[in-house]
Antibody, heavy 118, light 106 residues
Framework: EVRLAQSGAEVKKPGESLKISCQGSGYTFTGRWIGWVRQKSGEGLEWMGIIHPSDSATKYSPSFQGQVTLSVDRSINTAYLEWGRLRASDTAVYYC???????????WGQGTLVNVSS | DIQLAQSPSLLSASVGDRVTITCRASQGISSFLAWYQQKPGKAPKLLIYATSILQTGVPSRFSGSKSGTEFTLTISSLQPEDFATYYCQQLHSYPRTFGQGTKLEI
């Protein structure tokens, strides 16, 4: 069974750093892109970027380029989404998702709530 | 970036109704469009990809089609579990943008 398990909710202050995780299981982790999607409370889905675990190739949305960093640790089948300096506007639920052969997000993590508040 | 405009933003319907949600792309995206369903507090679920191909396990009352740059998600006979928010996504180019969503409510 394909599963993406995300790390737990985080409460942070503006200016702090953060790295959240997404561990894949039930499939060949290096065989599919992993993407990240932001959803602010009551709002829609925003495509942030994707990373290929085999070689760490990335594609970022211009809206998020330079604001976040995608990475992977192949040894533990885990993808990461990282911020160097959080802002209150980063408060949202962040989903990781696996792509199928066509690029669609066919399996999703449960979401990680990030709350940035002073 | 390719923009996707969904309509309507809010749709009120009843069990048994046939409903249609539209997604219009700002430029040609061939058939590279997917539809997702999201229920409150849950991750989205892939329903349809490549405009009209049902993801495994998705009921046949869901269907997708296109006319030019306008894409349509149709639910032939609404069931109680179908009340949710629906998003389209283009997979023609990066970034893989989503539509703003259509909330389907009773």
């Amino acid at each position: 069974e394909v599963r993406l398990a995300q790390s737990g909710a985080e409460v942070k202050k503006p200016g702090e750093s953060l790295k959240i995780s997404c561990q894949g299981s039930g499939y060949t982790f290096t065989g599919r892109w992993i993407g990240w999607v932001r959803q602010k409370s009551g709002e829609g889905l925003e495509w942030m970027g994707i990373i290929h675990p085999s070689d760490s190739a990335t594609k970022y949305s211009p809206s998020f380029q330079g604001q976040v960093t995608l990475s992977v640790d192949r040894s533990i089948n885990t993808a990461y989404l990282e911020w160097g300096r959080l802002r209150a506007s980063d408060t949202a639920v962040y989903y990781c998702a696996r792509t199928d052969a066509y690029g669609n997000f066919d399996f999703w993590g449960q979401g990680t709530l990030v709350n940035v508040s002073s | 970036d390719i923009q996707l405009a969904q309509s309507p933003s809010l749709l009120s319907a009843s069990v048994g109704d046939r409903v249609t949600i539209t997604c219009r792309a700002s430029q040609g995206i061939s058939s590279f469009l997917a539809w997702y369903q999201q229920k409150p507090g849950k991750a989205p679920k892939l329903l349809i990809y490549a405009t009209s191909i049902l993801q495994t396990g998705v009921p046949s009352r869901f269907s997708g089609s296109k006319s030019g740059t306008e894409f349509t998600l149709t639910i032939s006979s609404l069931q109680p579990e179908d009340f949710a928010t629906y998003y389209c996504q283009q997979l023609h180019s990066y970034p893989r943008t989503f539509g703003q969503g259509t909330k389907l409510e009773i």
